[in-house]
């Protein structure tokens, strides 16, 4: 019979020799997410880990030979399962990040995009020339535009809105961690008077991330989105201008100021139609910039403006052009 030192010692040799490698773990995984049909699959195991285990991601490459603790092991295994299910893997960390900030999300709200990152630049360009400008979100979500405004233009008079109340409860713990002063209001833009009590005519910007997804492309969407994000911020029903037109014709003359702009993330293949929609609603120095794949996404316009396009916009160099099409219009850049 073993002395009891012996046999921890024995013990503690097979629980190291059982352990598992981050290279090895790593390995593992990626081929089960694959095997599954899961895209992403190395970012996705890498994130999972570091976010586990602690660490940077380069501490994670450099030191693949380190071995994981079983907990940790059985943790992000569980967490892959999940992964391979198609669940976001925002949601089942629970945060992504948007312009430097970390956001909290879960099923409630869409996971910001980075396309809607470019919406946050867009519109940081439109007023940097504002002194103390007023801004109203439609649509906030987990409140990403409104929290990234707001961090970075800390003078502005923030107001965030949305129609679930599962999203604005989201939106507002964001704002209370990061300790930003954001107002929230529940508001369906459709409603005969959306914005009672709030002032006409005061606001310089508007953005909006609307739903514009048809029932046609509902069936094309990636599991991920399809079947894990709330379909009542990307499902616009059969006509995917309609919030648009909402915004344009109803919302945006209500709110802002003469010269006050609106920016939008938009479609790509319906970029042309919210440009007509803008033109139909008397906005002026309609521009689209396209996004990081090249695709026309984000449109920006002024209210009933009458500035030439040449300086319709501070802080941005823009083209405007009676048709918005990608061949006609390259966008705006700084």
């Known amino acids: 019979m073993l002395p009891c030192n012996r046999v921890v ?3 503690s040799v097979i629980h190291r020799c059982t352990m598992e490698t981050r290279s090895s773990l790593v390995a593992e995984l990626i081929a089960y997410l694959r095997a599954n049909g899961a895209a992403d699959c190395t970012r996705k195991v890498r994130w999972i880990m570091t976010e586990e285990i602690g660490c940077s991601m380069a501490h994670l490459l450099a030191f693949p030979e380190l071995t994981v603790e079983r907990g940790h092991v059985q943790r992000i295994r569980s967490m892959i399962r999940r992964c391979a299910r198609r669940e976001p893997l925002q949601y089942i960390l629970g945060y992504t990040e948007f312009r430097g900030l970390r956001i909290r999300v879960t099923p409630a709200v869409l996971i910001p995009r ?4 470019q919406v946050a630049e867009a519109a940081l360009k439109c007023i940097e ?3 103390k400008p007023r801004i109203m979100d439609i649509g906030t979500g987990s409140g990403c535009l409104a929290l990234a405004l707001k961090h970075e233009r800390s003078d502005a008079q923030m107001m965030a809105c949305d129609n679930s109340t599962a ?3 989201v939106a507002r713990q964001n704002a209370a961690v990061l300790g930003l002063d954001i107002s929230f209001a529940h508001t369906d833009i459709f409603a005969s008077d959306p914005f009672r009590g709030v002032e006409p005519m005061t606001y310089d910007l508007i953005v909006s991330n609307p739903p514009y997804v048809t029932h ?8 991920e989105v399809r079947c894990h994000e709330p379909l009542n911020a990307l499902y616009a029903g059969r006509d995917p201008v309609r919030f648009y037109r909402r915004i344009a014709k109803r919302i945006g003359p209500a709110l802002l100021k003469d010269g006050g702009f609106l920016v939008l993330e938009s479609h790509a293949e319906y970029s042309d139609a919210v440009c007509k929609v803008l033109r139909d609603a008397r906005f002026s120095a309609i521009a689209v910039t396209e996004d990081l794949s090249g695709r026309p996404r984000i449109v920006a316009a002024r209210w009933r403006n009458n500035l030439s396009c040449k300086n319709a916009y501070p802080g941005l160099t823009t083209r405007d052009s009676a048709s918005c099409s990608p061949n006609n219009l390259d966008g705006y850049s700084a």
Do not use: G, H
């Open 9 to 11: 010692a024995a013990i």
């Open 129 to 131: 020339y504002v002194r």
């Open 216 to 223: 046609e492309e509902l069936s094309t969407l990636q599991p």
């Open 114 to 117: 980075p396309e809607t990152e």
């Open 167 to 169: 999203a604005l409860a």
